[in-house]
């Protein structure tokens, strides 16, 4: 994988163009099919090209010191997909955990799977529980891989988990705060996503980071998944840092 920063050779220089950076960047990674289809090739191609531009990106956060990085790989709705383009995303998941998660790990990269793994296989789920096991204390960078994810089955399983608490009487009613429900989604104890970049054109959050985006700034890429690259995330940091961010309030230079 080449996670090592000292190995990023001339990807480097377009980190120079970046004054700041957020701290937590969400990437919805749209249009491997389309890739595909656009040079008459099967969508399993698109998505083999695909995990390649995981991998840039990994390296491209690490080299620009992103602390957070969030990539939503199978959706909770994605079931709804022919049987074998499935098969093939879960082996591609065992694949990459079996051939990249040691390097990650001497990159000091811990990763973390959000989701739901109830109706995961066992090997699978035996997998994702020991990756996330071996790479716990690493403090790098968290790769944050959404994986049988959707944004309102996290919020109703956090709910759920508190209404057990409520009525075994471990909470009481008016503890239920939003401080409370962010302790119960998946991705608790890691900060919301500064920025949510889509690429391939879409414009909609598809059930992603629901609860985690309600202060997220959006960047649009109209290239496909498997283009993505370094240079397009530093255009998307260049687009973030334009912005001004309010939270509700008022602008600082606002007279």
Not at 53 to 71: D, K, M, P, Y
């Amino acid at each position: 994988m080449n996670a090592n920063p000292e190995r990023l050779g001339p990807e480097a220089a377009a980190t120079q163009r970046v004054a700041s950076v957020p701290q937590h960047v969400a990437i919805i990674m749209d249009g491997n099919g389309r890739w595909a289809q656009m040079r008459s090739l099967p969508r399993t191609s698109g998505h083999k090209q695909g995990v390649e531009a995981v991998r840039r990106t990994v390296r491209a956060c690490i080299e620009l010191g992103i602390a957070h990085l969030t990539l939503y790989s199978f959706s909770s709705e994605n079931w709804s997909r022919p049987l074998e383009e499935i098969k093939f995303l879960f082996n591609l998941l065992r694949r990459f955990i079996h051939q990249d998660v040691a390097e990650l790990h001497a990159a000091g990269v811990r990763v973390k799977v959000v989701g739901s793994r109830a109706n995961l296989d066992a090997d699978l789920v035996s997998l994702i529980e020991e990756s996330e096991a071996l790479t716990a204390d690493n403090t790098k960078m968290t790769l944050v891989v959404a994986f049988n994810y959707g944004g309102r089955d996290e919020i109703v399983r956090a709910v759920q988990h508190i209404v057990g608490q409520v009525a075994n009487g471990d909470m009481m009613l008016d503890h239920v705060t939003e401080k409370a429900i962010g302790a119960h989604i998946d991705t608790a104890g890691i900060p919301d996503p500064e920025m949510i970049i889509r690429t391939s054109g879409e414009k909609r959050l598809s059930n992603f980071l629901l609860w985690q985006s309600a202060y997220s700034e959006f960047v649009f890429i109209d290239e496909h998944w498997p283009d993505f690259n370094i240079d397009l995330l530093v255009k998307a940091i260049e687009a973030f840092n334009a912005r001004d961010r309010r939270f509700g309030g008022i602008s600082a230079t606002a007279s």
